[in-house]
C-alpha cells in the first residue's frame, strides 16, 4: 500500500501555512487505486487575500530585479525540477492516473518551458528602437510586467500547464498565486517545494488550495491584474463573467476543443492511422487537443476503420506502474459522463464500432474502454458531435470532398486544432486559411504541440491570448517612448501661440 501524503496547506510569503480553522476539507483517492486514499486536505478563504497581499509586496523588488537576476533565479529553479523529475512525475500519476511515461514527459516539458522562455520567448518582449518614430525624433517600446497574476490550473497536466503560465509571468516581473485543480492539489504542493528549494523570493511565487469558491474570490480580487487559466468552457465562462466590471483585468482562457483530423485519399495510411491513434487515446482522451472527430476520405474510409478498430482494441489500459498506454480517467464523475454519452451517440443516430464501458481492474479505478463511433450524417445541432466528451472517444466521418471536410471542421463550436493528414501541401494551405482553429497540423497528430510555438484557439476553445511561446505577450505591458533629444526651435511655435 502506498503511504498517505502529507498535506502541507498553502504557501503564502515562503511559507507553508496549513490552516488552522479551514472553510473546507476534501479526501482524495488516486483514480488508478481508489482503495489508495492519498491525501486529506483543506483551505481557508482568508488565505486568499494573505496570498495576494504577499504577492504585491513581493512585486515592488521582483519587478525591478534585472532580467539577468531574474533568470538566475529561474534557472535554479529549473535545475530543482531536473532533480526532482521522478518524484514530480511519481506524484502527477497518482493524481492523475497517467501512465509514468506519460508524467515525465509532463516534468520534462515543465523543465524545458524555463529554458524556452528565457533564450527564446523573452526575445519577443525585448526593447524595439524606432528610428524617426516622428520625423527627427526616435522612439521605443519598453515590455513592464503587469502586476499579480493569478493562475488557475486543470487536473489533466497538473504541472506543465500552469507552468506554462507561471514562467513566462515571473520571468517577465510579474508575481503569482497559484490555484491547482482541488483534483490534483498534491502536484500543486510540490511545485511549491520546489520553488522553496530553489530561493525564489517570498511573495514571488504563492499557493493557495481550495475548490470553486476560492477560485471565485481569487478571480475577483481588486489587487490583481489578471486571470491566467486552463480548462473547461463552462469554467472559463464563469470567470469572464465574474470579471464583467474589473475592466482592467487581462483574461488569458486556454479552454475545450472538439478537434477534427483529415485522412485524405494520398496519406501516408500507416502514419495517418498510428498518429490518429494517439491523439485520439493518449492521456484516455483527457487533453484539450485530443481527435474527437476522424475525417476519412471515402477511397481510405473501410480499411481505416477496420485498421483504426483493431488497433483501439489491442491498447493496453491499467495501473501507471504497470506501464500501460492508458491510466483511468480522472474521477467517476467523468466515468458517468462518459458512459452517458454512449447511450446519446446512439440516440442521436450515430453507429456504435466500439463501445465504451467501465472496465474491472487490480486495482479497481476510473477505467473504461475506448469508444468509436460512425457517423453517418453530420448534425450541427446533436449533442454528441458538439460537445467535448474529454474521455478516449472519436466519431467518425466519412468524407469525398476537401472543402466539406472543412465545413465540418468548422462546425463546432471550438476551434482549437485541426490536422491533415495528406501529401499534398496546398490542403495544409487551404485548411490554414479556411479552418477556424489556433493551430493547423500536418501529418501529424492534433494532440501534442511545441512550446515555441503559441498555443491558443478560437471559439470557445479560447479568447485570442495564446499560450507556450506568445504567453510573454499577455504577461506584459507595451510601453511606447518619443526620445526627443533636440533643443529648443522657435520655428515650431504654430500661429495663434504668443510666446
Known amino acids: 500500500m502506498d503511504q498517505k501524503m502529507i498535506f502541507m496547506g498553502d504557501y503564502v510569503n515562503g511559507k507553508f501555512v496549513r490552516p488552522s480553522k479551514p472553510d473546507m476539507e476534501w479526501s482524495l483517492s488516486s483514480p488508478a487505486d481508489l482503495a489508495y486514499k492519498y491525501a486529506d486536505c483543506a483551505s481557508k478563504l482568508s488565505h486568499v487575500d494573505e496570498a495576494i497581499e504577499s504577492a504585491n509586496k513581493a512585486f515592488l523588488t521582483w519587478s525591478t530585479l534585472s532580467q539577468q537576476d531574474r533568470n538566475k533565479y529561474l534557472l535554479k529553479l529549473k535545475s530543482v525540477f531536473e532533480d526532482q523529475k ?104 510540490f ?43 463552462d469554467v472559463g465562462l464563469k470567470i469572464k463573467q ?138 450541427p445541432n446533436s449533442v454528441y458531435q458538439k460537445t467535448e466528451i474529454f474521455g478516449p472517444n472519436v466519431a467518425v466521418y466519412k468524407i469525398s470532398d476537401f472543402d466539406e471536410a472543412l465545413t465540418l471542421v468548422n462546425s463546432s463550436s471550438y476551434g482549437l486544432v485541426c490536422s491533415v493528414f495528406s501529401k499534398d501541401k496546398s490542403l495544409l494551405e487551404r485548411a490554414q486559411q479556411k479552418a477556424r482553429v489556433g493551430l493547423v497540423n500536418w501529418n ?5 504541440a511545441s512550446s515555441r510555438l503559441p498555443f491558443g484557439g478560437m471559439g470557445k476553445s479560447g479568447n485570442d491570448r495564446p499560450s507556450a511561446h506568445f504567453a510573454v505577450n499577455y504577461c506584459t505591458v507595451p510601453v511606447a517612448s518619443l526620445l526627443d533629444t533636440s533643443g529648443f526651435d522657435e520655428t515650431k511655435i504654430p500661429a495663434g501661440v504668443d510666446w
Open 86 to 189: 521522478q518524484k514530480l512525475a511519481e506524484i502527477i500519476s497518482i493524481e492523475t492516473g497517467k501512465p509514468l511515461w506519460d508524467s515525465l514527459g509532463e516534468a520534462q516539458a515543465m523543465i524545458g518551458k524555463i529554458t524556452i522562455t528565457l533564450e527564446e520567448s523573452l526575445k519577443l518582449v525585448a526593447d524595439q528602437f524606432v528610428p524617426n518614430a516622428l520625423p527627427g525624433i526616435d522612439g521605443v517600446t519598453k515590455f513592464k510586467p503587469r502586476g499579480v497574476f493569478v493562475v488557475i490550473g486543470p487536473f489533466n497536466f497538473p504541472g506543465h500547464l500552469a507552468n506554462g503560465h507561471i514562467i513566462p509571468a515571473l520571468a517577465t516581473g510579474n508575481t503569482v498565486v497559484f490555484k491547482p485543480s482541488e483534483l490534483t492539489p498534491m502536484t500543486g504542493q
Open 191 to 233: 511545485m511549491a517545494e520546489c520553488y522553496d528549494k530553489a530561493e525564489i523570493p517570498a511573495g514571488v511565487f504563492n499557493l493557495v488550495q481550495g475548490q470553486a469558491e476560492t477560485g471565485r474570490r481569487l478571480s475577483m480580487h481588486e489587487n490583481v491584474e489578471g486571470i491566467l487559466f486552463t480548462g473547461s468552457y
Open 242 to 379: 465574474d470579471t464583467m466590471t474589473h475592466f482592467w483585468k487581462i483574461l488569458a482562457l486556454e479552454m475545450g476543443g472538439k478537434n477534427a483530423s483529415i485522412v485524405w485519399k494520398d496519406a501516408d495510411f500507416e502514419k495517418a492511422l498510428f498518429e490518429n491513434l494517439m491523439g485520439s487515446f493518449m492521456t484516455t482522451g483527457q487533453r484539450c487537443s485530443c481527435t474527437s472527430r476522424l475525417l476519412l476520405h471515402e477511397s481510405i474510409y473501410d480499411r481505416f476503420v477496420s485498421e483504426f478498430h483493431e488497433k483501439t482494441k489491442k491498447l493496453k489500459i491499467g495501473h501507471w506502474r504497470e506501464n500501460p498506454f492508458m491510466g483511468p480517467l480522472i474521477s467517476a464523475k467523468s466515468v458517468e459522463n462518459y458512459v452517458r454519452f454512449q447511450g446519446i451517440a446512439v440516440r442521436e443516430g450515430a453507429e456504435c464500432l466500439m463501445r465504451g464501458k467501465v472496465l474491472e481492474r487490480s486495482p479497481a479505478g476510473n477505467y473504461v474502454s475506448p469508444s468509436i463511433n460512425l457517423v453517418n450524417k453530420p448534425n
Open 444 to 448: 501529424r497528430s492534433t494532440a501534442g
